[in-house]
C-alpha cells in the first residue's frame, strides 16, 4: 500500500483517496535519501500578503462531513478538534490548486505536538492549544541551529532566542511571513490549531505548489524539517492514518 496523501474531503464531503503509487514506505523513504536537497534561499524572504478570510474548522469542512470526522477521529485516534483543521486546511489549499493532504498536515501535527497534546495540553473548543506549546530556546545547542530573538518574545515569551511556538511548531519569524489568519480577525495566532495548519498547508505548498507526487511530497516534507528521521516519521504516519482511514 502505498503512502496516501490526499485522502480527504472535498467540498462536496466525499473522500478522495490518492497515493504515491507502489512505493509504499519503504520506497518514500529511499527517495527520502537519494532526492538532492533543493536550494531553499531566499524562499522565505517572499512578501507576506493577507488571505482572504476562510470557514473555520470550528464546524465541518462542508456540509455532511460530521459522521466522517466522527468515524475518522475515532479510527485514526485523532482528535477530532484538531481532525477537523487538518481537513479544512487541505481543502483550502486544494481549491487554491495545492493537493497537501489532510493525513499529511496530521502526521506533522503528531510528530511536532501529538496533535496539542504535548506537556499536559489539549486544543480546546475554539482551536487554541493550552497551555501553549513553547519549545527550547534555539541557542546552538541540544542540535538546534542559533537563532537569536526575532519576534521581541511575543510569541515564544523568549527576548534572548527564538523557540517553536504552537501545535505546529513554528519559528516566529517563519510565522510572521507565513502566517494565516483564517477567522479574518486580522489575528494569525500559532497557538490556533485551525491557523497553523493552514499556515503548514500554505508553507508547504510554496516549494511546488503541490505534493501531489513523490518527489514534490519529499521536497515539500523536507522543507519543514530536513532530516531524513523526521521525514521518514511523517510518511509513516501520514500512511498510517490514510488506512486507517480508509479502513486497511
Known amino acids: ?3 496516501k496523501k490526499t485522502i480527504g474531503v472535498t ?5 478522495v483517496l490518492g497515493g504515491i503509487g507502489a512505493l509504499g514506505v519503504g520506497g518514500v523513504v529511499w527517495l527520502i535519501s537519494s532526492i538532492e536537497t533543493p536550494d ?3 524562499i522565505d524572504a517572499l512578501a507576506p500578503y493577507t488571505p482572504e478570510p476562510i470557514e473555520t474548522a470550528a464546524t465541518p469542512a ?3 462531513d460530521d459522521a466522517w470526522l466522527e468515524v475518522t477521529a475515532e479510527t485514526t485516534g485523532i482528535p477530532r478538534r484538531a481532525l477537523s483543521a487538518y481537513v479544512a486546511a487541505a481543502n483550502r489549499a486544494s481549491a487554491d490548486g495545492c493537493e ?3 493525513n499529511t498536515l496530521a502526521a506533522i501535527g503528531w510528530v511536532e505536538s501529538h496533535h496539542g497534546t504535548l506537556q499536559g495540553g489539549s486544543i480546546d473548543a475554539d482551536g487554541v492549544a493550552r497551555p501553549q506549546i513553547i519549545g527550547i530556546p ?13 519576534d521581541g518574545g511575543s510569541f515564544d515569551g523568549d527576548t534572548v532566542y527564538d523557540r517553536a511556538v504552537g501545535p505546529m511548531q513554528f519559528i516566529p519569524e517563519t510565522w510572521r511571513i507565513w502566517g494565516v489568519d483564517t477567522s479574518g480577525d486580522g489575528v494569525a495566532d500559532p497557538h490556533n490549531i485551525d491557523d497553523a495548519a493552514a499556515t503548514t498547508a500554505r508553507y508547504l505548498c510554496r516549494i511546488d505548489g503541490t505534493l501531489a507526487s513523490d518527489e514534490t511530497w ?8 530536513d532530516t531524513l528521521d523526521y521525514q521518514t516519521q511523517v510518511a509513516t504516519r501520514a500512511a498510517k492514518y490514510a ?4 479502513g486497511e
Open 138 to 150: 534555539l541557542d546552538g545547542t541540544n542540535n538546534t541551529m542559533e537563532i537569536l530573538d526575532t
Open 40 to 42: 531553499f534561499t531566499g
Open 100 to 102: 497537501v493532504g489532510w
Open 1 to 3: 500500500m502505498g503512502v
Open 218 to 225: 519529499i521536497r515539500a516534507v523536507r522543507s519543514y524539517n
Open 243 to 246: 488506512n486507517a482511514a480508509a
Open 11 to 15: 467540498a462536496a464531503g466525499v473522500a
Open 62 to 64: 462542508a456540509a455532511g
